[in-house]
């Protein structure tokens, strides 16, 4: 007898919170305990009812904290993430969602919704889905809304096919480039609500973060041009083209492009009430506009932005 007893499950995360800690991890505790609860099969821990570890548990939880002190994202260790209401695989090659596009998705909502409740077909196109959660989240929370769903990448639409299959939700997705000027041309004129959390990383801000900087796609991350926003551009002219006169367009930017986005919409002549939200930390994330009923000159719309 050594005297030596197997560690228990509170001390191997309190080990692996302090390894994460010293690898940079932004949320040490958190991720240990939901690395945890994932070697143990479990959806998570519930502080002061800790499980006693099975003998395999050790091996397994060290294997997976290894990964993350790599930087590998949590969300594709576990191979999932939360979104709204949705519970969402994680595929490799595919941007993972981040909380801050749940506001994003939350005016999508709204706006259905108030379709539907005016009595209409509320018709919903959400523009490089990635994994689709904006437009499953409207799908899922806007019954009857009729949402299509489009991204350049085939594994992004695979995902988004896998997110709406698992959400028990109807999209139509397709494969498609939105600097396409034919792009669901079917719908033109027709459509409430375009919403879109396009790239937009410029080419000389590279995330710092290795968790984005080496496992989101370069597609999902970098918007083109010196700016970044020559994706954001593309969306914008599809919304011009897409919406029916007063729906909305609602679309996520960096922080520091808020002033210019909205310079962009008001320069194009095509849309009027352009505001900025803000995602749930308070930064200036999303952009908001309505198709005008006729096309405006430029710069004279009502403007009402908040910065
Ligand atoms: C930041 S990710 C957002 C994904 C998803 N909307 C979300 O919020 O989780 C941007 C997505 O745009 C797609 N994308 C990039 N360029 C595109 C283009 N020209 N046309 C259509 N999709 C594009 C990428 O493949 C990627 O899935």
Known sequence: MTGRHAPSLRELVDGATQLLREAGVGSPAHDARALAAFALGR???VPGLDPDPDPGFA???AALVERRRAREPLQ???GRTA???LD???ADGVFVPRPETETVAEHAVGEARRVREAGRDAVVVDLCCGAGVIGAS???EVPGARVHAVDASPAAVDATRATAREARVALDVEVGDVRDAHLLAALDGAVDVVVANPPYIPPDAVPQDPEVRDHDPDLALYGGGADGLEVPRAVVDA???LLRPGGLLVMEHAEVQAAAVRAELRAHGSFTQVTTDQDLTGRDRM????????RASTGSDVEHSRS
């Open 43 to 45: 959806e998570r821990l």
């Open 59 to 61: 091996a397994r939880f």
């Open 76 to 78: 594709r260790i576990t």
């Open 83 to 85: 979104f709204r209401y």
């Open 88 to 90: 969402v695989p994680v």
């Open 138 to 140: 409207v799908a899922l």
């Open 239 to 241: 919304a011009a083209r």
């Open 287 to 294: 952009v908001l506009a309505r198709k005008a009923e006729q």
